[in-house]
Protein backbone atom coordinates (compact mmCIF):
# COMPACT_ATOMS: atom_id res chain seq x y z
CA UNK A 1 0.00 0.00 0.00
CA UNK A 2 0.97 3.69 -0.51
CA UNK A 3 2.23 5.88 2.10
CA UNK A 4 -0.20 8.92 2.29
CA UNK A 5 2.12 11.86 1.22
CA UNK A 6 1.79 15.30 3.58
CA UNK A 7 3.32 18.57 2.48
CA UNK A 8 4.12 20.86 5.14
CA UNK A 9 4.22 24.39 4.85
CA UNK A 10 5.58 26.95 7.70
CA UNK A 11 4.51 30.58 7.76
CA UNK A 12 7.64 31.42 9.32
CA UNK A 13 11.34 32.05 7.68
CA UNK A 14 12.85 32.26 11.26
CA UNK A 15 15.43 29.32 12.04
CA UNK A 16 14.01 29.16 15.52
CA UNK A 17 10.72 29.08 14.12
CA UNK A 18 7.55 27.34 16.23
CA UNK A 19 5.79 26.46 13.16
CA UNK A 20 7.98 25.22 11.74
CA UNK A 21 9.22 22.86 15.10
CA UNK A 22 5.67 22.25 14.74
CA UNK A 23 5.74 20.76 11.38
CA UNK A 24 8.79 18.75 12.87
CA UNK A 25 7.74 17.29 15.65
CA UNK A 26 4.38 16.00 13.42
CA UNK A 27 7.42 14.37 11.44
CA UNK A 28 8.36 12.56 14.46
CA UNK A 29 4.92 11.35 15.75
CA UNK A 30 3.95 9.81 12.20
CA UNK A 31 6.83 8.02 11.65
CA UNK A 32 5.46 5.11 9.23
CA UNK A 33 2.38 5.67 8.96
CA UNK A 34 3.01 8.91 6.83
CA UNK A 35 5.27 10.82 4.94
CA UNK A 36 5.45 14.42 5.87
CA UNK A 37 7.55 16.31 3.46
CA UNK A 38 8.51 19.94 4.61
CA UNK A 39 8.82 23.04 2.19
CA UNK A 40 10.82 26.06 2.44
CA UNK A 41 9.14 28.91 1.60
CA UNK A 42 12.43 30.89 1.66
CA UNK A 43 12.85 31.29 -2.55
CA UNK A 44 8.97 32.03 -2.73
CA UNK A 45 9.02 35.55 -4.46
CA UNK A 46 6.75 38.08 -3.79
CA UNK A 47 3.38 37.59 -6.01
CA UNK A 48 3.45 39.10 -9.80
CA UNK A 49 0.88 37.98 -11.81
CA UNK A 50 3.30 38.87 -15.06
CA UNK A 51 5.47 36.81 -13.57
CA UNK A 52 3.23 33.82 -13.12
CA UNK A 53 1.81 30.61 -15.73
CA UNK A 54 4.49 29.40 -17.87
CA UNK A 55 6.74 32.33 -16.77
CA UNK A 56 6.57 31.57 -12.83
CA UNK A 57 9.87 31.28 -11.30
CA UNK A 58 11.62 27.71 -10.73
CA UNK A 59 10.90 28.70 -7.21
CA UNK A 60 7.39 28.35 -7.38
CA UNK A 61 7.24 25.42 -9.81
CA UNK A 62 8.75 23.38 -7.06
CA UNK A 63 6.13 24.52 -4.61
CA UNK A 64 3.04 23.92 -7.19
CA UNK A 65 4.86 20.65 -8.15
CA UNK A 66 5.12 19.36 -3.86
CA UNK A 67 1.52 20.28 -3.55
CA UNK A 68 0.54 18.42 -6.43
CA UNK A 69 2.18 14.77 -5.45
CA UNK A 70 1.04 15.46 -1.80
CA UNK A 71 -2.09 13.60 -0.61
CA UNK A 72 -3.07 16.55 1.98
CA UNK A 73 -1.35 20.25 2.95
CA UNK A 74 -0.45 21.12 6.31
CA UNK A 75 -0.13 24.97 6.94
CA UNK A 76 1.22 26.07 10.30
CA UNK A 77 1.78 29.88 10.81
CA UNK A 78 2.54 32.55 13.46
CA UNK A 79 -0.64 34.40 14.08
CA UNK A 80 0.31 38.22 12.71
CA UNK A 81 -2.35 41.00 13.59
CA UNK A 82 -5.33 38.34 13.70
CA UNK A 83 -4.70 36.29 10.86
CA UNK A 84 -1.61 34.00 8.90
CA UNK A 85 2.03 35.53 8.10
CA UNK A 86 2.29 37.24 5.02
CA UNK A 87 5.37 34.59 4.01
CA UNK A 88 2.33 32.01 4.13
CA UNK A 89 -0.31 34.04 2.59
CA UNK A 90 2.12 34.67 -0.34
CA UNK A 91 2.67 31.20 -0.79
CA UNK A 92 -1.28 30.67 -1.00
CA UNK A 93 -1.44 33.20 -3.90
CA UNK A 94 1.35 31.66 -6.10
CA UNK A 95 -0.79 28.12 -5.39
CA UNK A 96 -4.10 29.29 -6.04
CA UNK A 97 -3.30 30.72 -9.41
CA UNK A 98 -3.26 30.69 -12.67
CA UNK A 99 -7.17 31.44 -12.10
CA UNK A 100 -9.33 27.91 -12.23
CA UNK A 101 -5.78 25.84 -12.43
CA UNK A 102 -5.10 25.96 -8.53
CA UNK A 103 -3.16 22.75 -7.75
CA UNK A 104 -5.15 23.08 -4.40
CA UNK A 105 -8.12 22.27 -5.75
CA UNK A 106 -10.06 19.79 -4.56
CA UNK A 107 -6.54 18.94 -1.95
CA UNK A 108 -7.30 18.30 1.79
CA UNK A 109 -5.74 21.17 3.88
CA UNK A 110 -5.11 21.60 7.03
CA UNK A 111 -4.13 25.22 8.39
CA UNK A 112 -3.32 25.77 12.27
CA UNK A 113 -2.15 29.17 14.00
CA UNK A 114 -0.20 29.47 16.56
CA UNK A 115 -0.72 32.31 19.21
CA UNK A 116 0.89 33.18 22.35
CA UNK A 117 -1.08 32.49 25.26
CA UNK A 118 -1.18 35.55 26.93
CA UNK A 119 -1.95 37.55 23.75
CA UNK A 120 -4.74 34.89 23.09
CA UNK A 121 -6.43 35.49 26.33
CA UNK A 122 -6.55 39.20 25.66
CA UNK A 123 -8.38 38.76 22.04
CA UNK A 124 -10.76 36.31 24.17
CA UNK A 125 -11.17 38.37 26.78
CA UNK A 126 -11.97 41.74 24.12
CA UNK A 127 -14.12 39.32 22.34
CA UNK A 128 -16.37 38.64 25.48
Same mark, same amino acid.
Given at each position: ??Q???????????????????? =???????????????????????????????????????? =???????????????????????????????????????????????????I????????? =?A??
Amino acid at each position: MPQFRLLGLSGSLRRASNSTAVL =RGLQDALGFRAALDIFPLHAIPLYNEDDDAEHAPESVRAL =RSAIEASDAVIMISPEYNHGMSGVLKNALDWASRPYGRSVLKSKPVLIDDLIEEIRAASIV =RAAA
